[in-house]
């Protein structure tokens, strides 16, 4: 697996695949390797409704180490949680908690789910025996630029890597996390153990199974919603309470075509809905019916190709008019594969795109590219142009790392093509500008 770093929490900086770039500089933490990758896909996750993330890496050294706070791990119950540290200087909407207060909830709400949940708590025993768990915190999600009007409270975000065989059963290792948010993270320890059930359990056996590549949007929440409601049961919440009645109006919103479909089938099950604390093993049997109906009728392959149709269609129209900033996005989207196949030549292509165009952010993403030749043939001058594009640009936030990549180019680069690169930067006419 190639290991991938970053130079601050926001921006990808350069890509160690194989390469000797850095040799010497960085030693790498399993937990940080994670943790820092983390950081990236949150602060871009956001703008997207479903992602794939891959992890990245923490760097430390001579390069890095000084300046970045050090992530807070520990081991509970078989899963590892990590709490994200906030850099100075740094405000959100609400105060934050510290990451000690921070993993001692997440172990207080593990602890309510595992012992009073069986059913749930079976879940994630099935899902610690095919790979690993992550909870983190991370108190920069939700992204208030993103979502202004409503409250994040925890993401599921899956790991996808090439299958690897289990030695003993054949089976596909596969790895899940979950991020809490600086909000969730206040919520009383049964209701944030219910979160972590949607997230976790229900989620997490979608991703499990690969379930959720057969389901639409709507009926991959229906189903964590579903086990969220088994928790509630579980823990014996109010249902009558604020919370819950806005909590059930949300199940029946996500969930209102298998409503439709248990009145067409099966009234009794119908009447579940109709009860305080329906039985939610029953209707999860009858939601497996219900999927079952609806691959019958290609309803998901439609619905799946219509959503592509339109959004081909959106992309084609965002690569040719922009904005330069929406541009870079998709490019992310192909680098880190949230939400697309994962393809570095065509991130390389969109990050081009909109380096050409004057974003800083892609000019930086597309020099990394360079630097190791991913998704592109290798090519320092390349590289050592677009950082000093950057340089005499107008972004100060990616003014030291461009600084710093652009020493690792010119390293292995001649003074004749160093001369050459800096005449082509004098001629240029590019601009280089905060796209975020």
């Known amino acids: 697996m190639p290991n991938h770093w970053l130079f601050s929490l926001y921006e990808v900086l350069y890509t160690l695949t194989n390469s000797n770039a850095v040799s010497g500089n960085l030693n790498f933490d399993p937990v940080q390797e994670m943790v820092f990758e983390m ?31 050090t992530p807070v791990s520990s081991q509970f119950k078989g ?27 997440l172990r207080q709400a593990i602890l309510v789910l595992m012992a009073r949940s069986p059913t749930n708590a079976g879940f994630i025993t099935r899902l610690k025996a095919r790979g690993p768990v992550y909870i983190v915190y991370d108190p920069h999600y939700p992204n208030t630029r993103a979502y202004p009007a409503t409250l994040k409270v925890a993401m599921f975000l899956p790991k996808y890597l090439p299958a690897k065989a289990n030695n003993s059963a054949g089976s596909v290792d596969k790895e899940f996390l979950v991020v809490v948010g600086r909000h969730g993270i206040k919520w009383p320890a049964a209701d944030l153990a219910a979160v ?4 976790l359990v229900g989620h997490g056996m979608q991703h499990l199974t690969d379930s959720r590549f057969e389901m639409r949007q709507m009926d991959v929440e229906c189903e964590a919603w579903l086990y969220q409601e088994q928790a509630h049961q579980d823990f014996g919440l109010d249902k009558l309470s604020p919370e819950m009645i806005r909590f059930q109006q949300q199940l029946a919103f996500n969930c209102h075509e298998f409503i439709d479909f248990l009145g067409r089938t099966d009234t009794p099950a119908r009447q579940q809905w109709r009860r305080l604390n329906p039985d939610v093993p029953a209707l999860l049997d009858k939601f497996s019916d ?62 081009a795109r909109a380096a050409n165009l004057g974003c800083a952010a892609a000019q930086l993403r597309l020099a990394t590219l360079y630097l190791d030749g991913i998704g592109v043939e290798k090519n320092l001058q390349q590289a050592y142009f677009w950082l000093n594009i950057i340089i005499q640009g107008d972004d100060p936030h990616l003014l030291e790392k461009s600084i710093t990549l652009s020493k690792i180019a010119v390293k292995d680069m001649t003074p004749d093509q160093v001369d050459l690169v800096d005449k082509r930067v004098g001629d240029a006419s590019l601009a280089s500008q905060t796209c975020d």
Request: glycine share 8%; charged share 25%.
């Open 79 to 105: 899963m590892t949680l990590i709490a994200i540290p906030v850099e100075k200087g740094e405000s959100f909407d609400v105060p934050v908690i510290a990451s000690g207060d921070a993993l001692e909830r």
């Open 196 to 199: 972590l059930v949607h997230e």
């Open 39 to 69: 950081r990236l896909t949150v602060s871009r996750i956001a703008l997207f409704s479903l992602v794939f993330c891959v992890f990245l890496s923490i760097p430390k050294g001579p390069v890095m180490g000084n300046h970045l706070p």
């Open 290 to 351: 219900y999927l079952e109906e609806l691959r019958a009728q290609g309803a998901v392959a439609k619905t799946k190709a219509f959503a592509k149709a339109r959004r081909d269609e959106k992309r084609s129209r965002i690569y040719r008019e922009g904005p330069s900033s929406e541009i870079r996005r998709i490019g992310d989207l192909y680098l880190y594969g949230m939400g697309a196949v994962q393809d570095y030549g065509v991130a390389a292509k969109w990050y």
